[in-house]
Structure formats: C-alpha cells, structure tokens
C-alpha cells in the first residue's frame, strides 16, 4: 500500500482499550486493539509503513459509530467496507471467520477442514495472528481443538471479553 492515503482515529472502550480504526478509500484496512494510543498508532504505522495518514478523520465517524455501539450494544451489527491485503489463504481464512456466527466458537482444525486442508490448522493460526482488523474479522472466535484459548494478537484477556460480551448477544 505504497503511498495510500490512510485515515484513522483512535477512541478508548471500556472493557478493551484503546481502538484504533484506519481505512482507505476502498474500506476499513485495519482495527487494532491496545493498552495506549501509541501502542495502536506505532502497529498501524508499522503495518503500513509508506502510507500516508491523516488523523482523526472525520470520514470514520460511521465506522467507529458502527463498532461502539457494536461494543455496547447487544443487538448491534457491523456493515463496514474492508480493504484486505493479505495472500489468498489469508483471504479465504479471513473470510471463513466471518461465517463464525456471532456467540460461537470454531477450531483451528475446523476452519482447516472448510478450507479443505485439514492439515493446515497451524497456517490458519499464522493467518489469525496476521489479520488486520480485529472484531470485524472474528479471529477471536478461533479456539484450540481442546476448548481452551489461544493466543490472540491483541491479547488473551481481549479475546475473553470478545467472546463474553458475544455469548450476551445471542
């Protein structure tokens, strides 16, 4: 994403942090969860190193609309534009977590398995911990085939209030 123009801003929710949205024009290109605002800001520019940001941009104003009231809200969905860079397993993993019906888990093994290649569960994991845009992409919705939580690029404390605030939503 060479010289693309990146807007963002960064709000702070309750139960996760500090949120940072970023988007292009084509979509959401990133939703990233931290302790600080800095921490969120160095990932986006780390993750996009010759864009070029602007922010606090007005634009996202519907976005983080979308995603507070989704984070505080019991009945709230999320229809937002993405901008995904990824490889073609990235994508098609990505996209299979977006069928995770919101309160519900899925395994490494399984996402594996609907991608037809059941061996292949330690690159969904590796695919998980690539992905960009938290909430939106689910990842935190993957567990381990023994029930337990894994690691989560945002942390495992993040991944258990996710899960939480979903299993509500139901």
Not at 3 to 31: D, E, P
Not at 100 to 122: D, E, F, H, V, W
Not at 161 to 169: H, T, V, W
Request: aromatic share 8%; charged share 20%; proline share 4%.
């Amino acid at each position: 994403m060479e010289n693309t123009a990146i807007q963002f801003t960064i709000t702070l929710s309750k139960h996760l942090g500090y949120v940072l949205a970023a988007q292009t024009s084509r979509g959401l290109c990133a939703l990233y969860l931290g302790d600080t605002p800095k921490i969120v800001r160095d990932e986006l520019h780390r993750a996009f190193p010759r864009a070029q940001f602007d922010p606090h941009n007005l634009k996202l104003c519907n976005a983080m609309t979308q995603i507070s009231n989704y984070l505080t809200n019991t009945h709230s969905d999320l229809n937002i534009g993405l901008d995904l860079s990824g490889t073609i397993f990235q994508k098609s993993v990505w996209n299979a977590l977006q069928t995770i019906p919101i309160g519900q888990t899925a395994t490494y093994a399984t996402i594996a398995n609907k991608l037809g290649c059941p061996k292949s569960y330690r690159a969904v994991a590796s695919a998980c911990a690539s992905n960009k845009i938290s909430i939106i992409i689910p990842c935190h919705r993957v567990i381990k085939s023994n029930g337990h939580l894994s690691g989560y690029r945002w942390g495992v404390h993040r991944k258990e209030i996710l899960l939480r605030q979903e299993k509500q939503k139901r």
